[in-house]
């Protein structure tokens, strides 16, 4: 059985839609790729990305989390109200309540300081994601 992946993002799906090509190149379709937006044009980003199926909203994320293998975003995925107030507090408790493990990226538009992170370009962190952590947390793909 294919392994879920949940892609979050919101404001323009940027990262997402990055994070989405990179994981079709290197993975086709041995895995279905979930678009969950907090927005609309994110999600129709991503879907436009290569994503296998799209949603948007709130519930969505809410109730599609629970199902996923993996989940990936930024790491303002985790904060109630980051991206300027898409990420209603119930996203970001069903995203750190839900059983699947998390791969998030330290980027950030809050007013935050992570201490210790190395900066990198999007691309290189998507390029970690792909090639090692996800291999790391599904040991046999």
Same mark, same amino acid.
């Given at each position: 059985?294919?392994?879920?992946?949940?892609? +979050?993002?919101?404001?323009? &799906?940027?990262? &997402?839609?990055?994070?989405?090509?990179?994981?079709?190149?290197?993975? &086709?379709?041995?895995?279905? +790729?979930?678009?969950?937006?907090?927005?609309?044009?994110?999600?129709?980003?991503?879907?436009?990305?290569? @994503?296998?199926?799209?949603?948007?909203?709130?519930?969505?994320?809410?109730?599609?989390?629970?199902? @996923?293998?993996?989940?990936?975003?930024?790491?303002?995925?985790?904060?109630?109200?980051?991206?300027?107030?898409? %990420?209603?507090?119930?996203?970001?408790?069903?995203?750190?309540?839900?059983?699947?493990?998390?791969?998030?990226?330290?980027?950030?538009?809050?007013?935050?300081?992570?201490?210790?992170?190395?900066?990198?370009?999007?691309?290189?962190? %998507?390029?970690?994601? %792909?090639?090692?952590?996800?291999?790391?947390?599904?040991?046999?793909?």
């Amino acid at each position: 059985m294919r392994k879920q992946i949940c892609i +979050i993002d919101g404001q323009g &799906g940027g990262i &997402g839609s990055t994070l989405i090509k990179y994981l079709k190149e290197a993975y &086709g379709e041995s895995m279905e +790729i979930l678009a969950l937006g907090t927005n609309a044009i994110a999600t129709s980003q991503m879907v436009k990305a290569g @994503a296998n199926r799209g949603a948007t909203g709130e519930n969505a994320i809410v109730r599609t989390v629970n199902e @996923a293998d993996l989940i990936i975003g930024p790491i303002s995925i985790t904060w109630a109200n980051a991206m300027l107030g898409e %990420v209603t507090p119930r996203m970001a408790e069903a995203v750190m309540s839900s059983l699947a493990p998390k791969i998030l990226l330290p980027l950030t538009q809050e007013r935050v300081i992570l201490v210790g992170m190395i900066k990198e370009p999007l691309p290189h962190m %998507v390029k970690a994601v %792909v090639e090692e952590k996800i291999k790391e947390v599904f040991k046999n793909v």
